[in-house]
Structure formats: C-alpha cells, structure tokens
C-alpha cells in the first residue's frame, strides 16, 4: 500500500499537515490563522504545482482550477485552512518527476499522487498521507494477459510506464518483465497501451479504476 503525500518547497507549520522546509528562494511571508509564520512564492497567493495532464478521480477535466476531484478538493481545503480564498490559490504546471528532483522550486506546494520514499525526502518534504492507495496492472481485456495474471506469466509481457513514478519502480522491482518502457507521461503510456505497444501498465487503484471504466472506451479493446 502506497501513501499519497504533498510535497512541499515554502509553506511552514500548517494544522494537520508536517512541518515543512522554508525555500530560499520564497520572496513574501503571511501570519495566518491555524499556522505559524508561512514564507510563500507570491504574496497574497498560494502557489499549488501539479502536472498536465491532470487524471481522474483526482481532477475533473483536466483542470485543477475548476475544485473537483480528490487532490482539487484537498487544495482548496488547504487553501481555506490557511487563510486563501479560492481566487487566491494559483495553478502552475510542475512535470512528476520535477516536483521532487533536487532544485529551487517554483510552487509552495505540489499535489500529483506523490508518494513518500527516502530519496525523494532528501529533497522535498512531505506532508502526512492524505490517501492510502494499492497499485493495479491494467491489460486490455483482449490481451492474454487479461486471463493470465500470475507474476511468472507478467514476467513475459512488455510493461510500460511513466519514468520516475511508483508504478514504474513497482514493475522493475516486483514483477521484473523482460522489456519496460519508460514514458514522459502517463498518458503516452496509455495511449501505447491501448496502440498494443506495450501489453500492460501499472497505476494506482483509483486511476486504474477510471481508466477502465472510463478512459479506454473501445469496446472491442477496452481494458
């Protein structure tokens, strides 16, 4: 089981969450209700970085804006916590993999189903988990692979994946398949999944849960 966590780069002390690393590079400060003294990007902003594409159930039509959708919803639940009105909070586009790299960072925070590891916590810091999740493998359900499952039979498949997350350290350390593919994004990875270039991709449970019910909607192919 995997904990989604908020990385964070210059918000300080916030109620319920963990105390967080001041950036350098944070240029306003704000005494709000519910927090000790908060250094942030931009005064009177809150700076959330996540990347774009965004994926269902945690965004709604690939807007973080619009406050639909889980980690949307926790954003401006944040925000309110602090003292931001929803006008105040500010969407900039952070790529996965660069929201947790070493480096200044441009966000005060970054939700984007981060998960917690030791590496990336040299880094960044995190806050408490705000979901729990499993990890699923997605086939499509004309693939071989669709009745025959068993890690000895994945070990055969072509795996594809988005560099740097979980799902892809999930395949090379647990299943171990002779070919993996690495992606830039999640939805290249789909889209070589549903292309048939890769046999299998593995997400989290909630995103594998729409992309099947939803997402993959070729019936003939759907996963």
Known sequence: MRSLRITFAGLVGAAGLSVASLATTASATSTLTGCSTATFKTSGKLTVGTDNPVYEPWFKNNTPSNGKGYESAVTYAIAKKLGFKAAQ???ITVPFDASYTPGNKSFDFDINEISYTA???TAVTFSNSYYDVQQSVVVLKTSYYAKHHKLSDLANATFGDQVGTTGMQYINDYIKPKTVRSYSTLDLAVTALTNKQVDAIVVDTPTGNYMVN??????????
């Open 89 to 91: 909070v500010k969407w």
């Open 119 to 121: 590496d990336r916590a």
């Open 214 to 223: 939803w997402q993959i909607v070729d019936k003939k192919d759907k996963a």
